[in-house]
């Protein structure tokens, strides 16, 4: 059934309108919202000017938007619920707008200034039989018609309702579908804020995971570093028992040799000596003393390869191998006690290495 278009559907009758105006009215200033809206952590809408007049009155130090001071966040209480908004330093602008609400309030606005009652002007005429107004519909082809068309013409054989019948069942339908939309906005607001929670919270587990992984770390290269100081002290006492033994038969070497110099050099010129008698009085005791000094065992030498140091090699692939084994362990609980009898196993460990350091034969 083809009929002329002369108006846009009506949001409500006047009853209608007035239940949906008052749910559209500021707890602040009793007037209906003022754009922009924002929406409350507690999903209650305040219009923006309201929400930041009570804002500043909570908050009195706070500075104003237009303030060059970074200042931080305040908070201040719902008026219709009493619960606690917590803001950031950019204050109610901070704030979600509730865009849904904007719109409804825009076509409030615009279904109001249409006259409700000028029925002249509202009914529409079939297009069949012009002089019929459309004021049945047929629940058939889902469609406004006239009485005629369903009396002779093409809904003759269709099942019809009275207009205003139908007209309050789907304005109804539509009602509950705006409150259903509304409601299911609240929700997904309520969704969106524990989400924003949930990402607050992995951040604030992952900085503390971090520290805790740092200090393990640290505390890691503290135990190698500790380590690393025995090994080189064992290596410099080492060193220095080696250096003195040598030195010592360097000394005992020199002493020798100084000795034995200063004999022949008596023996040299004992024998530029040209009188017999005088020579013979100490070549006796002279050929005594090189005898003896020839004969003198020195306190030996040392063994071939002590010189050496490798047996202070210290093999660490084993353990650079067992380092890139670490990884985390989604079943440890991370706490500090933990982590300090780690560190005492680790110390009491150190004990029978501390022995071995005792005999270089315990660093291969």
């Known amino acids: 059934m083809n009929f002329t278009v002369g108006f846009k559907p009506l949001?409500?009758?006047a009853h209608s309108m007035d239940s949906l105006e008052k749910q559209l009215i500021c707890p602040i200033c009793l007037e209906m919202f003022s754009k922009p809206v924002v929406i409350l952590p507690c999903q209650h809408n305040l219009c923006r000017k309201c929400a930041n007049d009570v804002f500043q009155a909570s908050n009195p130090l706070w500075q104003s938007r237009?303030?060059?001071t970074v200042s931080s966040g305040g908070r201040f209480r719902c008026p219709s619920c009493r619960h606690e908004v917590v803001l950031d330093r950019h204050g109610v602008y901070g704030l979600q707008r509730n865009l849904l609400v904007e719109n409804i309030i825009d076509i409030y606005k615009q279904e109001s200034s249409r006259p409700l009652h000028s029925k002249a002007e509202q009914h529409l005429m079939c297009e069949e039989h012009e002089d019929e107004k459309i004021n049945i519909y047929c629940l058939s082809c889902e469609v406004p018609t006239c009485s005629l068309c369903k009396v002779f013409?093409?809904?003759?054989?269709?099942?019809?309702?009275?207009?205003?019948?139908?007209?309050?069942r789907q304005k109804s339908e539509l009602s509950d579908g705006i409150s259903m939309l509304v409601a299911g906005n609240d929700r997904v607001q309520a969704v969106i804020t524990q989400m924003e929670e949930v990402c607050q919270?992995?951040?604030?587990?992952?900085?503390r995971q971090k520290q805790l992984l740092n200090q393990r770390f640290e505390a890691l290269c503290a135990v190698l570093e500790e380590r690393k100081g025995e090994l080189l002290q064992a290596l410099a006492l080492k060193q220095e028992e080696k250096l003195q033994r040598v030195r010592g038969l360097i000394?005992?070497?020199g002493d020798h040799l100084e000795a034995s110099s200063k004999l022949v050099e008596s023996a040299i010129q004992s024998m530029e000596e040209p009188q017999m008698a005088l020579y013979l009085q100490q070549a006796k005791e002279l050929i005594n003393k090189v005898g003896t000094m020839s004969k003198v065992e020195l306190g030996g030498r040392p063994e071939p390869g002590y010189e050496s140091m490798e047996q202070f090699t210290v093999s660490v692939e084993h353990v650079a191998e067992m380092l890139r084994t670490i990884d985390f362990q989604p079943g440890a609980s991370g706490e500090e006690e933990d982590e300090e009898v780690a560190l005492d196993g680790e110390e009491g460990s150190a004990g029978p290495e501390e022995e071995r350091l005792e005999g270089p034969e315990g660093l291969h």
């Open 11 to 13: 949001l409500g009758d």
């Open 153 to 168: 013409g093409a809904h003759k054989d269709c099942e019809v309702a009275p207009l205003p019948t139908i007209y309050k």
């Open 251 to 253: 000394r005992q070497y």
């Open 66 to 68: 237009g303030s060059t």
């Open 201 to 207: 919270t992995i951040e604030d587990n992952s900085r």
